[in-house]
């Protein structure tokens, strides 16, 4: 499966979004209505890199029963939901926030480096099996 085509497959795109707004919905939990944290900042990060993390094996697990798994299609999905990722939080989180990109990056965007890692990784044991 090419690039363009899961850049047109309909629940390839949606699990990208989900792969985003889950955790994000999720992270209202630790705030209070006030905006202020119930928990300590690092266990905050530490907790949504778990969620986070967990949500997109478990998206790309459901994503890889309908699309054949391998190297190429691992990679494609796991840039393709990294650019969404980024999009998403560069329209809701970065003016929710106050952060720039610079900060943004030094503090949450380098972590959504783990989508193209897992999803490539998960496309490299698959084609290893047949």
Same mark, same amino acid.
């Given at each position: 499966?090419? *690039?363009? /085509?899961?850049?047109?497959?309909?629940?390839?795109? #949606? !699990?990208?979004?989900? $792969?985003? =707004?889950?955790?994000?919905?999720? /992270? %209202? !939990? *630790? *705030?209070?209505?006030?905006?202020?944290?119930?928990? =300590?900042? +690092?266990? %905050?990060?530490?907790?949504?890199?778990?969620?986070?993390?967990?949500?997109?094996? !478990?998206?790309?697990?459901?994503? %890889?029963?309908? @699309?054949?798994? /391998?190297?190429?299609?691992g990679? $494609? @999905?796991?840039?393709?939901?990294?650019?969404?990722?980024?999009?998403l939080? &560069?329209?809701?989180?970065?003016?929710? /926030?106050?952060? $720039?990109?610079?900060?943004?990056?030094?503090? #949450?965007?380098?972590?959504?480096?783990? @989508? +193209?890692?897992?999803?490539? =990784?998960?496309?490299?044991? &698959?084609?290893?099996?047949?």
């Amino acid at each position: 499966m090419s *690039f363009h /085509s899961l850049l047109i497959n309909p629940r390839v795109l #949606i !699990f990208g979004v989900l $792969s985003w =707004a889950l955790p994000f919905v999720m /992270s %209202f !939990f *630790f *705030f209070t209505p006030q905006g202020e944290l119930l928990v =300590a900042q +690092p266990l %905050f990060k530490s907790l949504m890199v778990v969620l986070g993390g967990g949500v997109g094996v !478990f998206l790309l697990m459901l994503t %890889f029963k309908r @699309i054949q798994p /391998s190297v190429v299609t691992g990679v $494609s @999905i796991g840039v393709l939901w990294l650019l969404i990722n980024w999009f998403l939080d &560069a329209l809701i989180l970065l003016p929710m /926030s106050g952060m $720039s990109m610079g900060e943004y990056m030094y503090d #949450i965007g380098l972590r959504y480096l783990l @989508i +193209p890692i897992i999803s490539t =990784a998960m496309g490299v044991v &698959a084609e290893q099996q047949q």
